[in-house]
């Protein structure tokens, strides 16, 4: 079995800074992407940014410039999510992935809100 499990969210103003976290445990092998979506109130969920194994990156088109994924590579199973410049529409929930060969983990999920 394989637990994630997200930390580092929180409220911040416009502007501001967040770093997420995302350690997993459990069997895991054939890690081919973790990774973070959000899901905003009234929204479907999306992806914000993952990372391959190898280190390729994508990310959403709202948050390029912004947000920086990157991974332990002393620790394959941890993950960070860096924010920066945060607008209120950055708000949501924030879950991280894991995809391992034809299984898809996630997290709980932590919350960002973003508001003066």
């Known amino acids: 079995q394989v637990q994630l499990v997200e930390s580092g969210g929180g409220l911040v103003q416009p502007g501001g800074s967040l770093r997420l976290s995302c350690v997993a445990s459990?069997?895991?092998?054939?890690?081919?992407?973790m990774g973070w979506y959000r899901q905003g109130p009234g929204k479907q969920r999306e992806l914000v940014a993952d990372?391959?194994?190898?280190?390729?990156?994508?990310y959403a088109d709202s948050v390029k410039g912004r947000f920086t994924i990157s991974k332990d590579n002393a620790k394959r199973t941890v993950v960070y999510l860096q924010m920066n410049n945060l607008k209120p529409e950055d708000t949501a929930v924030y879950y991280c992935?894991?995809?391992?060969?034809?299984?898809?983990?996630w997290g709980p999920g932590t919350q960002v809100t973003v508001s003066s």
């Open positions: 990372i391959t194994g190898r280190s390729s990156t994508r």
């Open positions: 459990g069997i895991i092998f054939n890690i081919y992407a």
């Open positions: 992935n894991l995809k391992q060969g034809s299984l898809t983990h």
